[in-house]
């Protein structure tokens, strides 16, 4: 049985002095997580999110263009 790995990689609007994250989408549609990680610290902990609920994530984001939380 192969296992996918994740393949990281952070925004390219993450250029903030590295308060950043790092997500590997590649496992949403074999797994069905996104996980994410802290681009500082690649051997840290990982938090594994549904699918749905990291695109939910990310198009509230999105449409949230104040900067401000929604």
Not at 16 to 28: K, P, Q, R
């Amino acid at each position: 049985m192969e296992t996918e790995t994740p393949r990281w990689f952070t925004s390219s609007y993450s250029d903030n002095g590295g308060a950043c994250v790092s997500v590997a989408i590649n496992l949403a549609a074999s797994r069905g997580t996104v996980p994410v990680r802290d681009s500082k610290n690649t051997d840290g902990p990982i938090l594994n999110f549904a699918a749905a609920a990291f695109a939910a994530f990310v198009n509230g984001v999105k449409g949230n263009t104040s900067g401000t939380a929604a």
